[in-house]
């Protein structure tokens, strides 16, 4: 086993007015230290020179507390590499002190458990408890949201990040504005308005960790408990988790190949507080919804005082043709709270995202954000300022759009050979995944953890409802795995349906 480097210990308590030696304190509280877990198999411990200074005391007794625990096996020492904790540990090391039997201090512990008040927690976390998810074990083929990191430019990406730490200015050590680092809220604000024509300026730019706080944010700011909030069934089950930890009602509206059906919205919940949206490349079933819809949503907005929450996530990824534009950018009343993120199209690791505000609303989302985590790294926001300004940003989105749009249609040509009766794919070609309908009467839920079990990460459809679907389907994601893998993946389904 590889010897841990020393670290800090836990505090020693010793009582120079105790009976108990000096020596034998030591050795106590390390032994139980040990047994407890506090200090791992391997790990150094310091020497006694450094030890008894540490503590006030003489040598003497720390020495002989050491000698003792080598002598039983509990540290080990190595030449060059002073003493550890013992890498095996004695096998009647953790009997029971005192001659107690088990059979004795088992019935105590229970006792002990049956006065303890109950654990309760919130009525929202129970509500947001899931089953286990086993598709979301895997990386291989149909992970959802993995990008190809292996295209990312690492060299690039590694001068621009040695760059900024090499001669990092102390006001970026230091704790940053809320809203984020104002150079990166510019870069942002320029990308957005000549790439998704939203109507912007740096000032109405707050940088996140990515969509989800982005979406967590909106909640708090915009809702109260009981508000009711339109959401797309099937949709986000991570946009569901966020509305719930404000309280809200969530109402579910279905969607087809149009989007979002606002006519179906407005005759469910007509005073509805917020809707949440994913027109540009609706999740999961991949649909653009309709300029009619976007009008009729916008209308209804306005004429009701809701508030829109746009979530363009993928937006970048569209192969038939050019990006289709943001809601956002149609808005005439300032109803729209666009959210985005880098995170699915650099790194997932990034943690880098954004909300575009109305001017209005900036101070209650700028003191949410400062009430959440403060602010996001301003080391990662300054890079990334590069990244974008530089041209190094449109030229991977320009080459991974390409090969994204080769891999969905190796996907959509696997399915075609191996499942052509089995699955239906839906939705537009755009992102980075894909929708497939399975037969009636087949269920996801067993589908995909059987493909779990082969390691493929194939989401069922059905976790993105808030009731079971009429029929079933499977969420592929194809960014992050190559041809060959897709098709691997493809063949080992066939085997799960």
């Known amino acids: 086993m590889k010897r841990i480097s020393s670290s800090f210990l836990p505090p020693i308590a010793l009582d120079s007015r105790a009976r108990t030696p000096m020596y034998q304190q030591l050795y106590e509280w390390f032994r139980r230290a040990i047994l407890q877990g506090q200090l791992r198999p391997g790990q150094r411990v310091p020497s006694t020179r450094n030890l008894a200074a540490e503590l006030k005391v003489s040598r003497i007794p720390v020495s002989s507390a050491y000698e003792q625990l080598q002598a039983e096996g509990y540290f080990e020492t190595f030449v060059g590499a002073g003493t550890c904790v013992a890498r095996t540990i004695p096998a009647n090391a953790a009997k029971p002190e005192g001659g107690e039997s088990r059979a004795v201090a088992r019935p105590a512990a229970k006792r002990a458990a049956k006065r303890t008040a109950p654990r309760k927690i919130s009525r929202r976390a129970i509500a ?54 104002l150079p990166f809220r510019e870069a942002i604000a320029e990308y957005l308005g000549t790439v998704r024509a939203v109507r912007c300026d740096a000032s109405q730019i707050l940088v996140t960790t ?39 009602k969530l109402i579910p509206v279905p969607v087809d190949q149009e989007g979002l059906n606002v006519a179906e919205g407005i005759r469910r919940a007509p005073k509805a507080r917020a809707v949440y949206i994913t027109p540009s490349h609706q999740y999961p079933l991949g649909w653009t919804m309709s300029a009619t819809r976007r009008m009729m949503l916008l209308n209804w907005a306005t004429r009701s005082g809701a508030w829109i929450i746009e979530d363009d996530y993928d937006s970048e990824y569209r192969f038939g043709g050019r990006p289709i534009a943001s809601l956002q950018g149609l808005d005439t009343d ?112 067993t589908v995909a953890q059987k493909a779990a079990q082969l390691g493929i990460a194939a989401q069922p459809l059905s976790s993105c409802c808030s009731k079971p679907p009429s029929r079933g389907g499977l969420i592929l994601g194809y960014g992050g795995a190559d041809a060959r893998q897709l098709e691997d993946g493809v063949r080992k389904l066939t085997s799960c349906i």
């Open 334 to 445: 300032a109803r729209v709270i666009y959210i985005g993120t880098f995170n699915k199209v650099v790194f997932p690791s990034l943690r880098l995202g954004y909300v575009v505000i109305p001017k209005d609303l900036v101070p209650a989302f700028s003191t949410a954000r400062d009430a959440a985590d403060v602010f996001s790294s301003t080391l990662y926001q300054a890079v990334m300022t590069d990244f974008i300004r530089e041209g190094h940003f449109a030229r991977h989105i320009r080459r991974t759009r390409a090969l994204y749009a080769q891999r969905r249609a190796a996907l959509v040509e696997a399915i075609r050979k191996h499942l052509g009766e089995q699955l239906e794919v839906v939705g537009a070609e755009a992102g980075m995944h894909l929708a497939a309908l399975l037969r009636s009467g087949v269920n996801d839920v």
């Open 210 to 248: 990515g969509s989800q706080l982005g979406l967590q944010l909106s909640a708090q700011v915009l809702l109260d408990a009981d508000d009711p909030v339109w959401i797309e069934e099937p949709g986000y089950h991570g946009a569901r988790h966020a509305l719930m930890t404000a309280g809200a």
């Open 128 to 181: 947001m408890r899931m089953p286990p998810q086993s598709w979301l074990d895997n990386m291989g083929a149909f992970r959802v949201s993995l990008p190809a990191l292996e295209q990312f430019p690492v060299g690039v990406w590694s001068k621009l990040v040695n760059r900024h730490s090499r001669r990092q200015p102390r006001q970026l050590m230091a704790y940053g504005h809320a809203m984020g680092y």
